[in-house]
Every structure is written in structure tokens, then in C-alpha cells.
């Protein structure tokens, strides 16, 4: 069976949502473009899948994965807990390329958590991105699709190129766009916590959180 799955971006992924399903159910690994790069899926709650992403990247297990979901309500899946302040960047601001970082649900595997309690979700703003979710039936993580250290991945043949059959399946609908990372804002504390800059600055969220809390910043190498 080829290993990689070329689709037309334009056109439904139900055709291919048999052998999507069946890939990820059985702990395999996909890979797919994301809002910037191309990135590295897994079902959340495959301890099996999510172990193999940390293997075939040479990934610290100390890093947690974030989540990528299709539609908001899915936050309710992997988080708990949460505050005024993320309600108010959810409703702002998603869809979009800001992660945000919640208290987990107590189900989601420790290794995807890296046993912070903690899970970073964010609802991507491509719209295919957000199908193929639903495709798959199923949130997915997003790691980088490269090695520890190793440059960003646009293509289906980059990302080939680094994994080979480690990979279980690539689906191509064409190059990702590449660009600003997500930003990354750590909802659980108040006022929430800037992790790490991106697409969406800090001048923007301190906006939409004006009437509550300002933003504090903290490095971080997420």
C-alpha cells in the first residue's frame, strides 16, 4: 500500500476516511500540513501512538504534545477547569494559530502530558486541517514533523525524506504554508502566562483581555 495519500485539497476526504481511521486507530502515525508545517498525528488517547511520535523524533518525554481539534466543543474532551480568561481567547481569537494550555482531563495518558497535568490544544484556523479532523474521527497532536533540532517540514517528500517507513501514512493535499509558530499562552494561570511567541502577538491578546487581566511573559522553549 503507498505510503503516501495525495488528495485534492478542494475535494472531501470521505473517500479516504476508511483507511485514515484505520491508521490511527491501530496506533499508527500520519502525517499532514497544519497552519505552518507539516506535523505529526496520533489519536491523544494512543499511549501506543503517542510513544512511537517520541521515538521516531528522538523527542525528550519531558515535552508535551499539543492537540489539534476541529471545533471548540472538543476542548471539553481534554480539558478541565477552565477560566474566564481562556473562554475569552477561545471566542476572540479561534480559529487561529494560538495554542492554549489547560488543566487536563485526568484520562489523557501521562506521556502525552508529560505528566504536568497540563494539555496544549488549539483549533487550527486552515480549514482542511479542521476537516481532516473530522475525518478522522478523532483529535490529533501535531508535533513538528522533524527530528530533534531539525528544520520544519512543507512537503510530503521533506518529511519522507527525514522518517521513511517509520511514518504509516502522509497525507498530501499539497505544501504547507510555513510562517509564524503558534503562539502558545498558558490559560491555567490568571492573569494566563505568554509561553512563547508567534502569529498571535502579545499586543493582541493583552487587547482581548484588557477588561480582565494583562498578560504576563515567561521564555520558554516549547
Known amino acids: 500500500m503507498r505510503q503516501v495519500l495525495r ?10 476516511s476508511r483507511r485514515i481511521r484505520d491508521t490511527l486507530e491501530a496506533g499508527g502515525v500520519v502525517a499532514f500540513p497544519t497552519d505552518t508545517y507539516y506535523g505529526l498525528g496520533v489519536n491523544p488517547f494512543s499511549e501506543k501512538g503517542i510513544r512511537r511520535i517520541f521515538e521516531i523524533k528522538s523527542r525528550a518525554y519531558d515535552k508535551p504534545l499539543l492537540v489539534l481539534i476541529a471545533n471548540e466543543q472538543q476542548v471539553n474532551q481534554f480539558a478541565k477547569n477552565r477560566s474566564q480568561e481562556a473562554d475569552q481567547l477561545i471566542q476572540k481569537f479561534w480559529p487561529a494559530s494560538l495554542t492554549l494550555i489547560f488543566n487536563a482531563v485526568s484520562k489523557l495518558p501521562d506521556v502525552l502530558t508529560a ?44 518529511v519522507l525524506n527525514i522518517f521513511g517507513s517509520d511514518i504509516d501514512l502522509v497525507i498530501d493535499p499539497g505544501p504547507a504554508p510555513g510562517g509564524k509558530v503558534s503562539t502558545l499562552v498558558d490559560t491555567t494561570f490568571s492573569p494566563p502566562t505568554l509561553l512563547r511567541h508567534g502569529a498571535i502577538t502579545q499586543q493582541e491578546i493583552n487587547s482581548c483581555l484588557k477588561n480582565k487581566h494583562t498578560l504576563t511573559s515567561h521564555n520558554s522553549n516549547c
Open 7 to 16: 488528495v485534492d485539497p478542494n475535494a472531501p476526504l470521505t473517500n479516504h
Open 115 to 158: 505528566n504536568t497535568g497540563k494539555v496544549g490544544i488549539r483549533l487550527p484556523k486552515k480549514e482542511w486541517t479542521r476537516r481532516l479532523i473530522k475525518t478522522a474521527g478523532c483529535a490529533l497532536t501535531a508535533t513538528s514533523a522533524n527530528k530533534k533540532g531539525g528544520e520544519n517540514t512543507r512537503t510530503a517528500e521533506e
